[in-house]
T-cell receptor, first 115, second 114 residues
Framework: ETGVTQTPRHLVMGMTNKKSLKCEQHLGHNAMYWYKQSAKKPLELMFVYSLEERVENNSVPSRFSPECPNSSHLFLHLHTLQPEDSALYLC??????????????FGAGTRLSVL | AQSVTQPDIHITVSEGASLELRCNYSYGATPYLFWYVQSPGQGLQLLLKYFSGDTLVQGIKGFEAEFKRSQSSFNLRKPSVHWSDAAEYFCAVGGSSNTGKLIFGQGTTLQVKP
């Protein structure tokens, strides 16, 4: 049973589409993260939010636009993506950003295919 | 540079056999170390973590890991593997930075033979 829910689980989109990924955490955490998981590559941190403020933008192209309206919800807005953006996008949350309570809990991910 | 290396991309063991997955890290400060497991089509589940204290840590599903500072290692072990342990395993390192950043290894895929 995960306290981090991601929707949709699967998404197929064309390069000209606009879509959004949604993440919701039910753990009362204050920090949320977006990761990209591509085949045969380590997880790549994309964005970090703490108390709804973005604290990390890991050189992510502007066609990915995050939004954190409150500490329980995180969105990733997608537009004019490229086929190489096809990957599993994982959301995670943690109680706080730093220190021993930065234990990150992950959702099941959204499998994105860009045609 | 901060990094995590999992030298074994793929490991196959027989059911009931013991298991050790290797993890080596490079980190400038005191590391916080984690092992996560990912089943097909799922997200990452935390198996265990090390922050300080006893260097042998116990986790869920019968897993344990030992932190060896002199070797910069945090190897994962299980005395008897079950078929349900087949999955991908990720080692990660973090620290006291205020960005919450974790650095992950490339993962080790475990296959269990009947």
């Amino acid at each position: 049973e995960t306290g981090v829910t991601q929707t949709p689980r699967h998404l197929v989109m064309g390069m000209t589409n606009k879509k959004s990924l949604k993440c919701e955490q039910h753990l009362g955490h204050n920090a949320m993260y977006w990761y990209k998981q591509s085949a045969k590559k380590p997880l790549e941190l994309m964005f970090v939010y703490s108390l709804e403020e973005r604290v990390e933008n890991n050189s992510v192209p502007s066609r990915f636009s995050p939004e954190c309206p409150n500490s329980s919800h995180l969105f990733l807005h997608l537009h004019t993506l490229q086929p190489e953006d096809s990957a599993l996008y994982l959301c995670a949350s943690s109680q706080v950003l730093a220190g021993a309570k930065n234990i990150q809990y992950f959702g099941a991910g959204t499998r994105l295919s860009v045609l | 540079a901060q990094s995590v290396t999992q030298p074994d991309i793929h490991i196959t063991v027989s059911e009931g056999a013991s298991l050790e997955l290797r993890c080596n890290y490079s980190y400038g400060a005191t590391p916080y170390l984690f092992w996560y497991v990912q089943s097909p089509g799922q997200g990452l589940q935390l198996l265990l973590k090390y922050f300080s204290g006893d260097t042998l840590v116990q986790g869920i599903k019968g897993f344990e890991a030992e932190f060896k500072r002199s070797q910069s290692s945090f190897n994962l072990r299980k005395p008897s593997v079950h078929w349900s342990d087949a999955a991908e395993y990720f080692c990660a390192v973090g620290g006291s930075s205020n960005t919450g950043k974790l650095i992950f290894g490339q993962g080790t895929t475990l296959q269990v033979k009947p």
